[in-house]
């Protein structure tokens, strides 16, 4: 909290957690200022010309000034802001103590399907019912999953780790969408804003079945059958 009271957040972790879905929802409080990815270059054709500690501080002190905004906040994930200028950014938010909300996904093939297809065709928002979304098939190795899972994994820990010392709120998708009203006020809790019912501003994305979008769904299945990750199939 700064000696005036409001708060800097930032939202983090890996896309198609769900961080647009907060995102859109957390705009419905009148007291709350969030943007999407800062940092990311194919939005923001600038992100490298500017130091990152600039970048953010500058975001900060313009959204905290518009009243009655009294938390401001905007996402970055983890593969952005990754060399300089802007990578200083990172060292930013764990020294000034941002106030981080964590969003994570526990079923690590759902999102890489759902980064995938979205890669693929352009889908990245709003739910798409365009033929080219409903026909598109993912055709990976097993290997691929293997290495894409334990990455996701590894990722996820680090950013845990990097943010130990930070005012720090670790929040599962499948959580956020399954108990949506407890969830969202527990995050507004940890924002210090009063709570308000926020509702879910825009629907899931992926809505075909896994049998349907893997090639090889089969033999993904059998792969990982006696594995820790064979319920995520």
């Known amino acids: 909290m700064n000696r005036d009271g409001t708060q800097q957040f930032v939202i983090v972790g890996q896309g198609r957690c769900g961080s647009n879905l907060l995102k859109f929802s957390l705009k419905q409080n009148g007291c709350v200022s969030v943007i999407g990815e800062l940092y990311n270059k194919n939005v923001y054709t600038d992100v490298f010309e500017f130091d990152g500690v600039y970048r953010a501080q500058r975001f900060y002190e313009t959204e905290l000034a518009k009243g009655p ?9 983890a593969h952005q802001a990754t060399r300089k200028p802007a990578k200083t950014v990172w060292q930013y ?13 526990k079923n690590k093939v759902d999102r890489l399907i759902s980064l995938e297809v979205a890669n693929a065709t352009g889908s ?4 798409s019912e365009s033929d080219e979304y409903k026909r598109q098939q ?8 293997r290495e ?24 599962y998708y499948e959580d956020l969408v399954s108990d949506w009203t407890e969830q969202t006020g527990r995050i507004q809790r ?4 009063p709570v308000q019912e926020v509702n879910k ?16 769904y089969e033999e993904l299945v059998a792969a990982f059958k006696n594995t820790d990750c064979g319920w995520m199939f």
């Open 93 to 105: 938010l764990v020294k000034k103590k941002i106030k981080v909300i964590h969003l994570e996904r």
């Open 148 to 171: 894409r899972i334990k990455k996701d994994y590894v990722i996820e820990d680090e950013l845990t780790k990097r943010f130990a010392k930070n005012p720090y709120i670790h929040v």
């Open 190 to 193: 940890f924002l210090d804003v």
């Open 201 to 216: 501003a825009i629907e899931k994305q992926e809505f075909k079945l896994k049998s349907d979008r893997l090639k090889n």
């Open 124 to 127: 990245f928002l709003k739910r």
């Open 69 to 77: 905004v009294i938390a401001a906040g905007f996402k970055i994930f």
């Open 138 to 145: 993912l055709d990976f190795p097993v290997s691929w999953w």
